[in-house]
Every structure is written in structure tokens, then in C-alpha cells.
């Protein structure tokens, strides 16, 4: 029998299957209320307007174009789409400036393949996006936490990534509604990322996918628009901002894209033709037209249901979890994070409460590159109708207030 494991090569040997996929197949339950996917709400997606457009591709002059390879930086009116929509998020841009890619996650793969030779350092917030940290594994590096609220010096970081033998290359953040805690960076945070990354001379990765799902306070400017106002234009920035149509319109088309310095972009399109020469033609012409037909209508129809489950879920937690419990306060996105008391293992209290309380969540530790936050965990609101969190909310915060008193 073949050994494959002494044919595999090491960074295989970082590759793991992700516990949080692994646990939604479980989850997968009738009888369970599940605040576990991060997900869009599929009855929200606008399957009517995809219908048209790809009826109208399919069925006139474009069809041809449609069905063949494409460029590999990708459809020039999606891209045409995109350079307007990062204007009104304060980047001036232009298409050479953009790269499709399939999903912001095969962005982040191409990201690490760029960058990261084996023992660099990448800093990441801890928590941080599980996905993340799986695509630049591959690249054996090192991971070291990035605390936008510590004043930790350059010189301190720099002497870390040393140790380990590399250097650092970029800082990773999601700077809007983060996944896993639903928070965001404000000016200030985002001003001293961007002075430390400058100290560090490394590149700042913006991972912003929930950037349109805004349900109140005020929009603070994008990573990018900041540097690019600091350094005078885009070609000058050292921010790759990672976009996503999937938590606006669709992610089973699997498009989101990269904007960054064109010189980036062109490295990026080297990438990208090697690994799978173009995101699919078809989906990027669709995903053109419903963009410009209805990607303001939508979201505007889309955040406001969001809005009502996240007020939902917020006030259900404030009348049913016990006083040592604490979440945060997200403005948008999908996410409420929870802390637990310390000692409490959230991974335990998972596997009672899909058999009691009949509700499900992710245990924080995954989202921790170190195991550490055993006590904590994420709950995701898109999903669920006002009943269904009401419900599960209250079940949920019998069952911590239970294990909180009798210490389980
Ligand atoms: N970044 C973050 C922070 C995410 O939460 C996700 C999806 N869960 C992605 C990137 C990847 O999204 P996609 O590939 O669908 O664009």
C-alpha cells in the first residue's frame, strides 16, 4: 500500500480540516436552532435578477463571450463595477487596479502564495478569520498577534519575527464587522495600523466582506482610503483590500476581488492564471448586471431584515443571559460574540446544548491561532427569524446560567 503521508509534502502536515465545517455538518439538525453558519439568509438572495441576467447573457450576442476563457484579471465591466464602487468607499482606482477573484478566500491563497516564504511572520488579531489563517498555513509561517488597542512597538514586533527566522511581510485585518466578534476598527485603530505597518514596512491586508452590511452608526473610512490619502494615491499604498459579493447578492457564484497597487494586481494576474487561469465568464457578466441594476435596492432591502434579528438576538441576550456573561454590540455584519465566564469550556457547553437546549453555535477557541478563549463563542444572527432567536436565546441562557451556578 502506498505510504502516502512520506510523499506529501511538509506544508501539508499544517493542513487541517476545520473544525467549525466539520462541526455544521453535525449541526445540520431539524430540531436544532442554529446561530453557527455565518451564512446568508438564502430566501434574501435575489434569484429573480440572476435569472434574467444570465437568460440574457445566454440568449444573445454575449453568449459566445460568455461561455469561453476569459482574461485572467477578469471581466472588464465587473471590474468597471467594482472601480466605482471602492470611489464611493473613498479609493480612487481604475480596472488595473482590481482582480477578480473566485470568493475573497481564493484572494487570500494568492495573498500568502505573494508573500509568505516558510518562516515569515503574517500579524493577525486574535480572535481572527478561521479561513484566513487556513489559506496562509500552506505557507509556513508564523503567526503573531496584532493588538490595534496595545501600543506594542515596531522594534518588538520586528525582534519576534526575527526569532522565528523570517520577517514580517503583512498585517491581516477585518476592519468592518469583523468574523468571528462583529466588531470594527475605528479611526484611530485603523491610523495606527497603518503607522505601525509603515514602521514595519510590510503590506496591510483588508478583509472587509461584510462592508456593505452596515445597519447604523457612521461608515469610518476603509484601511485603503486612508492610505491612499496619506501616500497619495493607490499606486503608492501598501493596503490590498479584499472585496466579496457573497454576503451582499450570492456566495455560490464565488466572485469577490482584490484592489491594491497595479503593480500588485499584475503580480497577482501571474498568480491567478497559474492556479486556474480565470474566474468563470458567465458568472462575473451576471454578476455585472445585477450589480449595477440592484446592488444598492438589495442591500438597503437585505440590512434591514438583518438589522431586526440583530435587535432581536441583542435584546434577547440582555433578558436571558446571566449578569457574568458579556457580548459585544456589533453595527453590521453577521456576528455577536459572546464571553463566558473563565472556566467555562464553550466547546463542552456546545455539545450540551445541541442535546438539551437544542441550539447550536461556534465554540470561540477555533477563531484563536494559540487555543486560547476556550470561554468564548460566536453566534450569527442572518439566519434566524425574531421567533427562532427568541427561542434559542432564552434556551441557550438557561443552560449558561445553569452551568455558571452548579460549575459544570
Ligand atoms: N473573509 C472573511 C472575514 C469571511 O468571513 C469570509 C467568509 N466567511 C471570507 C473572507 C471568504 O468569503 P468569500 O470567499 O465567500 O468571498
Redesign the pocket.
Given at each position: 500500500m502506498t505510504t502516502w503521508d512520506s510523499l506529501y509534502a511538509r506544508r501539508a502536515s499544517r493542513m487541517r480540516a476545520s473544525e467549525i465545517r466539520e462541526l455544521l455538518k453535525l449541526l445540520d439538525r431539524p430540531d436544532v436552532i442554529s446561530f453557527a453558519g455565518?451564512?446568508p439568509d438564502p430566501a434574501l438572495f435575489p434569484a429573480e435578477a440572476f435569472k434574467k441576467a444570465y437568460g440574457e447573457i445566454l440568449g444573445g450576442a454575449d453568449a459566445e463571450r460568455a461561455l469561453q476563457y476569459g482574461v485572467s484579471e477578469g471581466s472588464l465591466r465587473l471590474r468597471t463595477w467594482i472601480v466605482e464602487h471602492m470611489r464611493k468607499l473613498g479609493i480612487e482606482c481604475t480596472p488595473d487596479n482590481i482582480l477578480i477573484t473566485?470568493?475573497?478566500?481564493?484572494?487570500?491563497d494568492y495573498i500568502g502564495k505573494l508573500f509568505l516564504s516558510e518562516g515569515d511572520t503574517a500579524l493577525v488579531q486574535w480572535p481572527t478569520?478561521l479561513?484566513?489563517v487556513q489559506a496562509f498555513n500552506a505557507y509556513e509561517l508564523n503567526f503573531d498577534r496584532l493588538d490595534p488597542r496595545t501600543n506594542r512597538s515596531a522594534a518588538a514586533y520586528s525582534a519576534q519575527a526575527a526569532e522565528k527566522g523570517g520577517a514580517i511581510k503583512f498585517a491581516y485585518l477585518?476592519p468592518d464587522f469583523?468574523?468571528p466578534t462583529g466588531l470594527s476598527l475605528n479611526l484611530e485603530e485603523r491610523r495606527r495600523i497603518l503607522e505601525l505597518s509603515a514602521e514595519l514596512s510590510c503590506a496591510v491586508i483588508e478583509?472587509s466582506?461584510?462592508e456593505s452590511l452596515r445597519y447604523d452608526g457612521e461608515p469610518v473610512p476603509a484601511l485603503l482610503a486612508l492610505d491612499c490619502v496619506q501616500n497619495d494615491g493607490i499606486e503608492n499604498s501598501r493596503t490590498l483590500y479584499?472585496g466579496?459579493?457573497?454576503?451582499s447578492l450570492s456566495?455560490g457564484l464565488?466572485?469577490?476581488w482584490i484592489c491594491a497597487a497595479s503593480e500588485v494586481v499584475s503580480r497577482l494576474v501571474l498568480i491567478k492564471q497559474a492556479s486556474d487561469l480565470n474566474t468563470p465568464v458567465l458568472n462575473q457578466e451576471a454578476m455585472a448586471r445585477v450589480a449595477e441594476r440592484e446592488f444598492e435596492t438589495h442591500t438597503a432591502k437585505s440590512n434591514a431584515v438583518y438589522k431586526k434579528r440583530r435587535d432581536a438576538m441583542l435584546s434577547a441576550l440582555e433578558r436571558h443571559m446571566p449578569e457574568s456573561v458579556r457580548w459585544t454590540r456589533p453595527e453590521g455584519g453577521m456576528f455577536i460574540w459572546v464571553e463566558l465566564p473563565a472556566g467555562v469550556n464553550a466547546s463542552e457547553l456546545l455539545e450540551q446544548s445541541v442535546e438539551t437546549a437544542k441550539v447550536a453555535f461556534v465554540p470561540g477557541g477555533a477563531f484563536h491561532p494559540d487555543g486560547s478563549g476556550t470561554n468564548t463563542l460566536r453566534l450569527s444572527f442572518s439566519c434566524a427569524g425574531a421567533d427562532e432567536i427568541e427561542a434559542g436565546i432564552a434556551r441557550l441562557g438557561a443552560l449558561i446560567a445553569e452551568t455558571v451556578t452548579f460549575g459544570h
Open positions: 455565518g451564512i473566485s470568493g475573497s478566500q481564493q484572494g487570500l478569520y479561513g484566513a477585518s469583523a468574523n478583509d466582506p461584510y479584499c466579496s459579493f457573497s454576503k456566495p464565488r466572485l469577490g
